[in-house]
């Protein structure tokens, strides 16, 4: 009985906790006027991390890049050893 009862409870807490965090009273545009210099700090070196993560994403595409074109080219060039051969 009491294990009931206090399932309800924890139930209940939980619900009202959730009802008080999305009320429409939280839910209100961000104001950029408003806004400090840490925040504009915080915002550029978010983006030139972000930014710094190109510089190895595009060392990784191009490395695919050639690796992948010289396994195509590699092919080739075999294919046309093995028909020069048996056309010698």
Request: charged content about 20%; glycine content about 6%; some cysteine.
């Amino acid at each position: 009985m009491i294990s009931k009862i206090r399932k309800w409870v924890m139930i209940g807490m939980v619900g009202l906790t959730i009802l008080c965090g999305a009320s429409p009273a939280f839910a209100r545009s961000i104001s950029l006027k408003d806004a400090g210099v840490a925040l504009w700090i915080f915002v550029v070196i978010g983006a030139v991390i972000i930014l710094l993560q190109l510089i190895p994403a595009a060392i990784l595409f191009f490395s695919f890049i050639g690796t992948t074109s010289a396994m195509v080219f590699r092919a080739r060039k075999l294919r046309r050893k093995r028909k020069l051969r048996w056309e010698c």
